[in-house]
């Protein structure tokens, strides 16, 4: 009998992990990744700090604002394993517009801040752009996790167990790349990337929830873009890499359990540090979300390599 758990069940548990517990007046407490092992991943920790955030939005008899934006800062590398711990604070009350300021903590440590701002729901003058690319529908591509299984066979030899591990290990969203990502590729190339992406089975109908879970999943393929040029991956253990920041701003309503497409590319890196953009499209082409991150990117000497 297979250990690895059903669809609906790793589902189940990434609710879990993005319901953030009440921990006093505006504190919170995350839950860790069940089975995770090293360095949290950091979408789960932006993730959980919009949650808090969402916790305190305001809301009264003309409906609740929704979060619209946020930006954070990557302080310290979290541990898997422990809590993590929210604290929020509410500095605007306006009428159209709310932010709150989140700072999270492992063991008194600050791993993160970020700021979120909230907007009542309103009409304005509206336009697009980019349009979303002519891609192959998901149907047409193969799930990156049958690829990640036929790399971990081609290069057992060259992967460390906790690399296989990585690799393998249940995720609860599944994507279908267009193309290459950093981890496939073994020769520089231009530095985009395209991949379909949705959880792996229905979530609650929360849209709080739904801006939760495409929060996580904005940290997916991103930093990776800025090794496409340098043919080099992290999975190889020929990259030290780590996020610095990370903004996203909610242009619309979406369903993370529906197909998105996630478009990014990455401008520039040096300096230790690579800069990449992203486009989120539901499967309309309506854009719904945009991203922005810096991380820091180094080669590893070729010494250090596994």
């Keep these: 009998m297979s250990d690895t758990p059903s669809p609906a069940a790793t589902i189940a548990g990434f609710v879990d992990l993005l319901t953030v517990r ?14 995770g092992v090293g360095r949290v991943f950091g979408g789960q920790v932006v993730a959980q700090a919009l949650q808090a955030a969402q916790a305190t939005a305001p809301s009264d008899d003309r409906g609740g604002m929704i979060a619209h934006s946020l930006h954070a800062y990557f302080l310290r590398g979290g541990t898997e394993g422990i809590d993590t711990q929210f604290e929020v ?9 709310a932010n709150r300021r989140v700072t999270a903590r492992q063991d008194g440590e600050t791993i993160l801040t970020l700021t979120a701002s909230f907007q009542r729901p309103e009409q304005g003058l509206a336009h697009q752009q980019p349009e979303m690319p002519d891609v192959p529908p998901p149907e047409d591509l193969v799930p990156d996790s049958e690829l990640r299984r036929e790399m971990v066979a081609r290069s057992w030899d060259r992967m460390t167990e906790a690399q296989r591990a990585l690799a393998l ?49 904005s940290d997916y393929t991103l930093l990776g873009t800025s090794a496409l040029p340098h043919g080099l991956s992290m999975v190889h253990g020929e990259l030290n890499a780590a996020s610095l920041d990370h903004a996203l701003w909610f242009h619309g309503d979406a369903r ?6 996630y478009v990014t590319e990455s401008p520039w890196s040096g300096a230790g540090r690579g800069f990449n953009r992203g486009h989120i499209f539901d499967r309309a ?12 990117i180094r080669q ?7």
């Design 22 to 35: 009440p921990a006093g007046t505006d504190a919170y407490a995350g839950i860790p990744q069940t089975g």
């Design 285 to 296: 082409g309506n854009l719904v979300a945009s991203v922005a991150q810096e991380g820091m």
């Design 300 to 306: 590893r000497p070729r010494a250090a390599q596994p």
């Design 169 to 217: 290990r249940p995720r609860p969203l599944e994507t279908r790349t267009v193309g290459k990502l950093h981890w496939m590729n073994t020769e520089p190339r231009a530095p985009f990337s395209q991949t379909w992406l949705r959880t792996i089975a229905p979530l609650p109908d929360d849209p709080a929830l739904h801006r939760a879970a495409i929060a996580y999943a």
């Design 89 to 97: 604070s509410r500095d605007l009350d306006g009428r159209s517009f």
């Design 256 to 261: 993370a359990d529906d197909w998105l497409l």
